[in-house]
C-alpha cells in the first residue's frame, strides 16, 4: 500500500494537525507584541537601563531573522515533526527561564533563546501545512484558518500583555507560553504523523553562516536606527557588514551542491512576488501598529487593558479579509489577490495622514485597523500559500523566507518610519510625525504593489490553475 493509499483516520488527522501548528504559531505570533507591552514592568522589575530595556526586543529579532534560513534546511534535516517538537519545547523551556528572570543578563539570554527556537518553529509549521493539504480547495481553508490565527496574533499579544501586565505580573507574560506549548505539542504527537525525512539533506554550513550573520547585520542595524539614527557607526556597520554578507551568501549558493537556499526558490515568480508583497506589507503595517500603540497610550492615556482592547477591530478586518481570500484562492490569479490586499493597507495607513490629538476612536482610528487587518489577512493567505505551493522538497525553506522577508520588512519599517516621524515631530508634534510617517507609507506601498503585479505576471503559476497529478501518476 503506497501512502495516497492511507486509512481515512489521517485525512481526518490532518485538521487536527492544521490547528496544532496553527496554535504553535500563534504561540510566537503573540510573543511578538506581548513583551512590548510588558517591557516597562520587566524594566522597573529587573533594573534595566534604557539601552539594555531595546535589547530584550532585539535579541529575539535577531534570533528569530537570523536564523530562519538555517531553522527551515534543519527541518528538512530532522524530519517536520521532530523539528515541531524541538522548537516547541525548546520555546516552553526559554519562556520559563525568562519568566523566572532575576536579572537582565538571564532574561536576555531566555529571549535570544526564543528567537532561535521560534525560527526552527515556523518554517515547520509551513512544512507540515504544504505537505498536508495539497488540493487546492483544502489548501485554501487551511491557509486560511491558518492566516486568520498568524495574523490575529499581534491584536491578541497587545490584548493579553495588557490584561497580565494589569491584573497579574509581567512574569505571566512570559509563562503564558507553557500551556500554549503543550497543547500544541499533544496535537503535533496526536496528528502529525512521523515522516521520513528529505534524502540527500545536507547543512551548508558556510552558507549557514553568511545568512545568519548577513540577516543579523541588517536587523541589528535597522533596529539601533531608531535610537542612534541612521548615521551612527552602530547602524550603519551592521547595515554595510550585513549587505556585504548576503551578496556573498548568494554568491555562495550558486556554487555549492546543496545549497541552504536554492536559488530556484527565489527565481520562481510568484515566490519572488510573495515574498515582496509580505516584505512590503511588513514594512506598513508592523509601523502602524508601533504608531498605534504609541498614540493610544500616549497621546490619549489609555491604559495597558484599553489599549489592547482597542486592537480588537484590527482582529476583525483580518478575519474578514481571510474568510474572502480563502474561497477565492482556488479560483483567481495570485496577482488579481494580493494587489489588491496591499492597497487596502495602502488606504488604511493613509488614513493616518488625518489622526489629530483629539480625534474620535471609532470614526477615525477603527477604520484604520480594518483596513489595515483586511488588507494583511489577504496578503498573508495568498502569500503563505503561494510561496509553499508546490514546493516540494523546498518547503520549509520555501516558507522560512515569507517569515525572514517578514521580519526585515517589520525591523526596516519600524525604523525607517520612525526615524521620519521623530524628525517631523521635533519641528512640530508627536501626531503630526505619524501623520506624515503614514502617508509615506502609504505611497510606498501603492508603488510596491505595482511592482507585485509586474512581477507576478499572467504566466506565472497560480492556485486556479494547479492541479494534483493523478492518482496514476503518484502511484
Same mark, same amino acid.
Given at each position: 500500500m503506497t501512502t495516497t493509499d492511507a486509512p481515512p483516520q489521517v485525512d481526518v488527522r490532518r485538521w487536527w494537525a492544521l490547528g496544532a501548528v496553527a496554535t504553535a504559531?500563534?504561540?510566537?505570533?503573540?510573543?511578538?507584541?506581548?513583551?512590548?507591552?510588558?517591557?516597562?514592568?520587566?524594566?522597573?522589575?529587573?533594573?534595566?537601563?534604557?539601552?539594555?530595556?531595546?535589547?530584550?526586543?532585539?535579541?529575539?529579532?535577531?534570533?528569530?531573522?537570523?536564523?530562519?534560513?538555517?531553522?527551515?534546511?534543519?527541518?528538512?534535516?530532522?524530519?517536520?515533526?521532530?523539528?515541531?517538537?524541538?522548537?516547541?519545547?525548546?520555546?516552553?523551556?526559554?519562556?520559563?527561564?525568562?519568566g523566572a528572570a532575576t536579572g537582565g543578563g538571564m532574561l536576555l539570554a531566555a529571549r535570544g533563546l526564543q528567537g532561535a527556537f521560534g525560527a526552527l518553529l515556523t518554517p515547520a509549521v509551513l512544512a507540515t501545512l504544504a505537505a498536508s493539504f495539497p488540493s487546492p480547495a483544502e489548501r485554501g481553508k487551511a491557509f486560511g484558518i491558518y492566516g486568520a490565527v498568524m495574523g490575529s496574533a499581534s491584536g491578541l499579544g497587545v490584548l493579553a500583555g495588557g490584561v497580565l501586565t494589569e491584573y497579574l505580573d509581567w512574569r505571566w507574560s512570559m509563562y503564558v507560553n507553557l500551556p500554549i506549548a503543550a497543547l500544541a505539542a499533544a496535537g503535533v504527537l496526536y496528528a502529525v504523523p512521523a515522516v521520513q525525512r528529505t534524502s540527500g539533506v545536507r547543512i551548508d554550513v558556510l552558507g549557514a553562516v553568511l545568512a545568519t550573520a548577513g540577516l543579523m547585520g541588517v536587523v541589528f542595524g535597522f533596529g539601533r536606527a531608531e535610537s542612534d539614527g541612521w548615521g551612527a557607526p552602530a547602524t550603519y556597520g551592521p547595515l554595510a557588514a550585513g549587505v556585504v554578507l548576503l551578496a556573498a551568501f548568494l554568491a555562495v549558493q550558486v556554487r555549492v551542491t546543496s545549497p541552504l537556499?536554492?536559488?530556484?526558490?527565489?527565481?520562481?515568480?510568484?515566490?519572488?512576488?510573495?515574498?515582496?508583497?509580505?516584505?512590503?506589507?511588513?514594512?506598513?503595517?508592523?509601523?502602524?501598529?508601533?504608531?498605534?500603540?504609541?498614540?493610544?497610550?500616549?497621546?490619549?492615556?489609555?491604559?495597558?487593558?484599553?489599549?489592547?482592547?482597542?486592537?480588537?477591530?484590527?482582529?476583525?478586518?483580518?478575519?474578514?479579509?481571510?474568510?474572502?481570500?480563502?474561497?477565492?484562492?482556488?479560483?483567481?490569479?495570485?496577482?488579481?489577490?494580493?494587489?489588491?490586499?496591499?492597497?487596502?493597507?495602502?488606504?488604511g495607513l493613509a488614513l493616518l495622514g488625518l489622526l489629530r490629538a483629539d480625534s474620535s476612536y471609532w470614526l477615525q482610528v477603527v477604520p484604520?485597523?480594518?483596513?489595515?487587518?483586511?488588507?494583511?489577512?489577504?496578503?498573508?493567505?495568498?502569500?503563505?500559500?503561494? &510561496?509553499? /505551493? =508546490?514546493?516540494?522538497?523546498? @518547503?520549509? !525553506? #520555501? *516558507?522560512?523566507?515569507?517569515?525572514? +522577508?517578514?521580519? $526585515?520588512? &517589520?525591523? /526596516? =519599517?519600524?525604523?525607517?518610519? @520612525?526615524? !521620519? #516621524? *521623530?524628525?517631523?515631530?521635533?519641528? +512640530?508634534?508627536? $501626531?503630526?510625525?505619524?501623520?506624515?510617517?503614514?502617508?509615506?507609507?502609504?505611497?510606498?506601498?501603492?508603488?510596491?504593489?505595482?511592482?507585485?503585479?509586474?512581477?507576478?505576471?499572467?504566466?506565472?503559476?497560480?492556485?486556479?490553475r494547479w492541479k494534483l497529478p493523478s492518482r496514476s501518476t503518484r502511484l
Open positions: 504559531q500563534l504561540m510566537v505570533g503573540i510573543d511578538l507584541t506581548i513583551v512590548n507591552i510588558a517591557l516597562p514592568s520587566m524594566q522597573k522589575d529587573l533594573g534595566l537601563s534604557d539601552p539594555s530595556r531595546q535589547w530584550v526586543i532585539t535579541l529575539f529579532a535577531l534570533g528569530f531573522g537570523g536564523l530562519l534560513l538555517i531553522g527551515g534546511r534543519m527541518s528538512d534535516l530532522i524530519g517536520r515533526r521532530r523539528a515541531l517538537l524541538i522548537g516547541l519545547t525548546g520555546f516552553a523551556l526559554a519562556s520559563a527561564l525568562g537556499l536554492p536559488l530556484r526558490v527565489l527565481k520562481d515568480r510568484k515566490r519572488g512576488g510573495s515574498y515582496l508583497a509580505v516584505f512590503s506589507l511588513a514594512i506598513g503595517m508592523f509601523a502602524a501598529l508601533f504608531f498605534l500603540t504609541f498614540y493610544l497610550q500616549t497621546v490619549r492615556h489609555y491604559s495597558p487593558l484599553r489599549a489592547g482592547l482597542s486592537f480588537l477591530p484590527l482582529t476583525v478586518g483580518l478575519m474578514a479579509g481571510v474568510r474572502v481570500v480563502s474561497r477565492l484562492l482556488a479560483r483567481v490569479s495570485v496577482r488579481a489577490l494580493i494587489c489588491p490586499g496591499m492597497l487596502a493597507i495602502a488606504a484604520v485597523f480594518l483596513l489595515v487587518g483586511l488588507g494583511s489577512g489577504w496578503v498573508l493567505v495568498t502569500a503563505n500559500s503561494t &510561496a509553499t /505551493l =508546490g514546493a516540494g522538497a523546498d @518547503s520549509a !525553506v #520555501a *516558507g522560512a523566507m515569507v517569515m525572514t +522577508s517578514q521580519q $526585515v520588512g &517589520a525591523s /526596516l =519599517g519600524t525604523a525607517l518610519l @520612525s526615524t !521620519v #516621524a *521623530g524628525t517631523v515631530a521635533a519641528h +512640530s508634534d508627536a $501626531v503630526h510625525g505619524f501623520n506624515v510617517a503614514g502617508v509615506g507609507a502609504a505611497g510606498f506601498l501603492c508603488v510596491a504593489a505595482v511592482a507585485v503585479y509586474w512581477v507576478l505576471s499572467e504566466r506565472s503559476p497560480d492556485h486556479s
